[in-house]
């Protein structure tokens, strides 16, 4: 939900040139092919150990650039109630008993693409939807958490905690561009504002 605030400055800057805005939430998977078709000027993913090598091999082989936007480690997204919200810390193994959200993928066996930092567990209850509001109400109304970056900026800070996940990998947030097209004044200064506002968490 961070994209938020750089979207709507943009917006609001460039309303003289142009009347439609796409901010569009989509798979990891839909995100590259979109930058690679020319359907969008820029996609935000994050790389992880996982899918590192094979995604920026695929970059390479579609001509598209990745700028590393910043370092992040796995916090884990909890109701303000819940049972583990007082802990400082959180290890894998107390999740073990609570439900997994997770956003979802095209295919869900394929790690390359998967945007959940953990893996759930064996036997573990797992809810998947691919809606970032329909994910925020899933944790609010149960015991269930989520995993991510933790780069949270809106109302969601008044219902939702984030816990850093002990001996976490770290994750790199960045924008993929297509090589083969010359970014626009206005896809320029929405990089410029997404950059500010990860500062500004710093």
Partial sequence: DFLSQPFLKVMHQFKEEYQNFHLVETTTLKNIESVRDFKSELGILYLNKDNRRVLERYFQQEELDFEPLGQFQTQIFLKKDHPLAFKKIIYPQELLNYPQVRFSQEDQTAAVFNEDPIEAFDHQPVMYTNDRGTLMNLL???????????????????HIVLKPLADATTHTLGVITNKKRKLTPIAKKFIEEVKETLAKRD
């Fill in 140 to 158: 609010c109304e149960s015991d269930a958490y989520a995993s991510g970056l933790g780069i949270v900026d809106s109302f969601i800070n008044e």
